[in-house]
């Protein structure tokens, strides 16, 4: 089992910038390549951007692209998404996801474990 938590979240202005981390327990991190998927009301759950368990090979959804930035500290057990030039159509829930892989994917049926999530709302 792995545990994910994720924090950062909160209300930040169009333009903006926010820092999701993603704090991980239980069986050894690094054998998990990371991800982050986001559903917003009334919308279907969406893959954001995945890594690989080295750090590597990044992997971005085309809406994120040059915004977002996928990274982890294996030594904390962590993963981060550091969002910039936010967007009100970036609001939902984010959640930290993990698969026992290699190697990033953006497949939701590929991840086996699952954050709560948290709230990312960003005002025009």
């Known amino acids: 089992q792995v545990q994910l938590v994720e924090s950062g979240g909160g209300l930040v202005q169009a333009g903006g910038s926010l820092r999701l981390s993603c704090a991980a327990s239980?069986?050894?991190?690094?054998?998990?390549?990371m991800g982050w998927f986001r559903q917003s009301p009334g919308k279907e759950r969406e893959f954001v951007a995945s890594i690989s368990w080295s750090g590597g090979s990044p992997d971005y959804a085309d809406s994120v692209k040059g915004r977002f930035t996928i990274s982890r500290d294996n030594a904390k057990n962590t993963a981060y998404l550091q969002m910039n030039s936010l967007k009100p159509e970036d609001t939902a829930v984010y959640s930290c996801?993990?698969?026992?892989?290699?190697?990033?994917?953006?497949?939701?049926?590929?991840?086996?474990?699952w954050g709560q999530g948290t709230q990312v709302t960003v005002s025009s």
């Open positions: 996801v993990a698969a026992p892989r290699s190697y990033p994917t953006s497949k939701f049926n590929e991840f086996r474990y």
């Open positions: 239980g069986r050894t991190f690094s054998n998990y390549a």
